[in-house]
């Protein structure tokens, strides 16, 4: 096997601030596997919060290719899943590509292949297999911290393209202006299902001041409202809440997880973090019955990083996988969702193609 690396910009069709920051722009880390004359794909993108910067995620998504050489099939490579020391967005990214590849090989979907990993049954039916259905979600579209008369036609639009979840992100410096963006938004899209995100700018004081009056205002969940760093404190937050409570920074780990099962209401698992589809299974399983649900999120990056999660989608209570339509130009299509519904598909692998200026590549 032979792996190749390509280094692309990603730039946002406009700045999404949020609580911490403002992007308008990351690099993506494109990880090709090759082997007898087929190719798989994956990507990792930079972070700032979680320290991957694009000289990094070179040098271990290099050493990491350098390691597939002594498998002698990508079947091999991916049942071991060496990780080492490297960080979960490297290891998301090698297992993505090799599961892309295993699905070439073998013309199954991903989807399919992680099925066969997983207990998986068909839900109200326990021990039926689940029916052979690409998996699809709706998908929540974020709103940034933008003026309330911007969220309200934001959320207009995403209504009349058929979106019913919006994600909206609040920690302005002034509570009230976060209020008045999520009644505006309400107000111009009465049938969304809304969901909040401080990204951890408020103190438990004031969560506990706030979250009772976005109840009223009808948000379906919250996010991390609280700093992470101190997940006893979330825990302790989310038995007064009269929301249900997400936990996301606070949740990276599978022993993150594990903490916090049955504690909070949710975990915002994304691949990047937790280290790829199977270690997303894992956590899944941990959390069945604990009345923990799961929901699955992502980085801003191309429908290539996105489409492991999706081919996961129909697992969470939650799908907040739109990072591929914050971009100006996607330059991977095949999971849709400029409808509100991310689709995996039944071609082999990831069922992703590369997009190009007048015509669409077979990748």
């Known amino acids: 096997m032979k792996a190749t690396l390509r280094t692309v910009r990603l730039t946002l069709a406009e700045p999404l601030r949020i609580s911490?920051?403002?992007?308008?722009?990351?690099?993506?880390?494109?990880?090709?596997?090759?082997?007898?004359?087929?190719s798989g794909h994956g990507e990792a993108v930079t972070?700032?919060?979680?320290?991957?910067?694009?000289?990094?995620?070179?040098?271990?998504?290099?050493?990491?290719?350098?390691?597939?050489?002594?498998?002698?099939?990508?079947?091999?490579?991916?049942?071991?899943?060496?990780?080492?020391?490297?960080?979960?967005?490297?290891?998301a990214a090698v297992e993505a590509a090799l599961l892309d590849l295993c699905g070439k090989r073998s013309g199954v979907p991903v989807h399919r292949l992680l099925d066969a990993k997983s207990a998986r049954t068909t839900p109200g039916t326990p021990g039926t297999p689940s029916a052979p259905v690409a998996p699809s979600a709706r998908t929540a579209r974020t709103i940034g911290i933008?003026?309330?008369?911007?969220?309200?036609?934001?959320?207009?639009?995403?209504?009349?393209?058929?979106?019913?979840?919006?994600?909206?992100?609040?920690?302005?410096?002034?509570?009230?202006?976060?209020?008045?963006?999520?009644?505006?938004?309400?107000?111009?899209?009465?049938?969304?299902?809304?969901?909040?995100d401080p990204n951890g700018a408020w103190t438990s004081t004031e969560a506990l001041q706030l979250l009772p009056r976005y109840a009223e205002l009808g948000v379906e969940a919250v996010e991390q409202p609280v700093a992470p760093g101190d997940p006893e404190a979330l825990a302790r937050l989310a038995e007064h809440s009269p929301l249900p409570l997400i936990a996301d920074e606070d949740a990276v780990t599978?022993?993150?997880?594990?903490?916090?099962?049955?504690?909070?209401?949710?975990?915002?698992?994304?691949?990047?973090?937790?280290?790829?589809?199977?270690?997303?299974?894992?956590?899944?399983?941990?959390?069945?019955?604990?009345?923990?649900?799961?929901?699955?999120g992502c980085l801003?990056?191309?429908?290539?990083?996105?489409?492991?999660?999706?081919?996961?989608?129909?697992?969470?209570?939650?799908?907040?996988?739109?990072?591929?339509?914050?971009?100006?130009?996607?330059?991977?299509?095949?999971?849709?969702?400029?409808?509100?519904?991310?689709?995996?598909?039944?071609?082999?692998?990831?069922g992703v193609r590369k997009r190009r200026v007048g015509r669409e590549d077979a990748a």
């Not at 911490?20 to 087929?38: K, P, Q, Y």
């Not at 991957?52 to 390691?67: F, I, S, V």
């Not at 490579?77 to 967005?89: F, M, N, T, V, Y």
């Open 254 to 296: 599978y022993e993150d997880v594990r903490r916090l099962a049955g504690r909070v209401h949710g975990v915002n698992v994304k691949l990047a973090k937790c280290g790829g589809p199977y270690a997303a299974l894992r956590i899944a399983e941990l959390i069945a019955g604990s009345g923990t649900e799961l929901m699955l």
């Open 146 to 196: 933008v003026p309330s008369e911007r969220a309200a036609a934001q959320a207009r639009s995403l209504a009349d393209s058929g979106f019913t979840v919006i994600k909206v992100k609040a920690g302005a410096p002034d509570p009230e202006d976060d209020l008045d963006r999520v009644r505006a938004i309400a107000s111009a899209a009465p049938r969304a299902r809304l969901l909040l």
């Open 20 to 38: 911490r920051s403002t992007m308008a722009a990351r690099d993506a880390v494109w990880f090709t596997v090759g082997h007898e004359g087929l």
């Open 300 to 350: 801003t990056a191309s429908t290539l990083g996105l489409a492991p999660a999706v081919h996961l989608a129909d697992r969470a209570r939650w799908a907040d996988l739109d990072g591929h339509l914050l971009l100006a130009d996607d330059p991977w299509a095949g999971i849709g969702g400029t409808d509100g519904v991310v689709r995996a598909n039944e071609l082999p692998g990831l």
């Open 47 to 91: 972070s700032i919060y979680y320290g991957h910067d694009t000289a990094e995620l070179e040098r271990q998504l290099y050493e990491a290719g350098l390691d597939l050489g002594r498998f002698g099939d990508p079947e091999s490579a991916l049942r071991e899943r060496p990780a080492g020391d490297r960080p979960p967005a490297v290891t």
